[in-house]
Every structure is written in C-alpha cells, then in structure tokens.
C-alpha cells in the first residue's frame, strides 16, 4: 500500500518543489514536471509505479522524520516559513524579484505566496513569474490566488503555469509538508465585526455575502481534513480588522470578512498570512488569539526588512 510521503533535504535537492506531503490525496494538486523521468531511480519518497502522479511512499504508515533529520526542520522542530503576497508580476516583470526569491529560498523551508501573483491576471504574466521561481526558488511554494489573478477571467490559465513549475495552489485544499499542515482559500470581502455585510436584501448583496461564506466553509473543511498539530493558513482577503488598519474605512468591506475569523477561530490554527490590504499593518490576531500577519509586499517594503515575512511553526 502506498502512503503520502514527506520528503527532505531541500535545500540540496535539484527537484525541491516536488517534495510536497499531503494527508489528504484527493484534495493534492500535485503534478509532476513534464521533463521528470518516472523510473525506478528515484530519489527517496518517490514511488516507483508510474501511475501514481503524487509524491508517494511505498510502505505501511507515512514516513515521519525526527527533529534535524529532515533538513527543514530546525532543531527545536520548528518549520521556517517565509510568506510574501502581492507581487503583482506584470509582463515587464521578469528578475523583479529575484533578491526577493533567493533570500526567501535560502532563509525558509516553505515559500508562502497570498494571492495577487499576477497584476492583471494574465497567462503572460504567470509564466514570467514562474519562470523566475524556477530560476530563483528551491523550497516548496504554496499560493492562493488573489483578486488580481481572477482579472482578465482567465485564472486556471495563471495556476496553471505555476503549477507547470511546482507551485500548489490551495483553495479550499490542505498539505502537509513535514508535519505542519497549511489550508488555503482566496477568501473574499464584507466587512468585519458589527459592520460586516448581511445577506438581507437585494439579491446581489445575498450573494456578495454567500461568496464569503463559501470562501470560509471551504477553508473549514481544508483545516478539518489536517491532521497535523500544527496549522497554518493561507488567504488573500484579511480575517481580521486589525491588519487593514490604515487602509481608508470606506474600503475595508472589500479587503475582507469576518467569517474567515470564524472559521479560523472554531477550527484552530497556529498562525494565518494574508496580504490584499497594500496599506495595512503586519501585524494582528483573531477573537481567539491567533495570529495574523498582512504580508502584503508593499506592507513588508515599509518597514525596511526583508521583502518577505519569516516565521517559525
Ligand atoms: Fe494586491
Ligand atoms: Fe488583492
């Protein structure tokens, strides 16, 4: 029987975005480089059967790696997560962000993209991003798509071509890499708190208030199906007020909902990164006490550090 496998050594691995894990296979979105060779030479937690499209482990139980054994772990257990949205590549973009990318990939295990990858949703522009982060990025690279990506309506056309270089798109889905387990969903807007938006009324306004809704049942059942202790999340709109904070009010019904709070509240997590609120602040937390960070890179840029934000889980 073959179970999920959790790989190792990124840093040193000529084919790190293929490592991925996940508990839940349905809901994995690996794919395989095209130019990737299926044989019985593979490095260690491939599965030698061809038919199999995920990175899989050959044996009786997922393969468990003890703290320091792994290489991405730290030796108190801990996972370097760096976490950046809102880059915004155009077609001009091309090596924009390469100081970005190699500083991320040498100073974290996981990359962590929240949404508007792209300025205008383009295929174009997609593919000058995944290009430099296939010349820039060797850890694993999880997103959510952001607003901008939906723009020209062609965002399976953007996931697509990053995926095509190993990025796993989360909406609504989770993975586990190396025991900590991250759920994604775009997440969408209403307002927060007493002021967030009602499904009363018109019609649009119903509806405007059920896409937050979805957003959230979805991420919900993203952090119902981990089974790891530690959980991060990844959104595009804000949970939470705090984050957004600076931005004009007038707006903050569109930078996001309090149903994501919710929903991260009632199932738990370690932490949550969002960006979208280019004006806001880093730094926030849930009712419940959870962390929230606005990695938003124009939010990153005012502080003068680094152009990604690093944690540990
Ligand atoms: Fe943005
Ligand atoms: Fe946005």
Known sequence: MCQTVIGSKFDVDPEPMTRHANLEPRTYNFKPKTDREVTHDLPFGWCSDPTHLRPVFCGNAPKRFSKGDSGIMDDQGNMRVAA????????????????????????????????????????????????????????????????????????????????????????????????????????????????????????????????AVDHSLRLGKALTNLATEKKVVILHYSPVRGTVNGENPEIYPFLGSSHLEATIDHFGASVVFHGHAHNGEIKGKTSGNIPVFNVALPVLLRTGKEPFFLYKV
């Open 84 to 211: 950046v949205g809102d880059i915004h590549y155009a077609k001009t973009s091309k090596g924009k962000l390469r100081d970005l990318f190699v500083g991320a990939s040498s100073s974290a295990d996981v990359l962590l993209l929240t949404g508007d990858v792209t300025d205008y949703g383009l295929p174009e522009e997609a593919a000058i991003l995944a290009e430099d982060l296939r010349t820039y990025v060797r850890t694993p690279i999880l997103a959510v798509l952001g607003n901008h990506d939906y723009e020209s309506g062609k965002s399976a056309e953007v996931q697509a071509a990053l995926e095509s270089i190993g990025v796993t798109f989360l909406d609504g889905s989770g993975v586990e890499i190396e025991g900590v387990g991250f759920a994604g969903v775009c997440g969408f807007g209403g307002g927060f708190d007493r002021q967030m938006l009602s499904a009363w009324g018109e019609p649009l306004i119903k509806a405007f208030v059920q896409e």
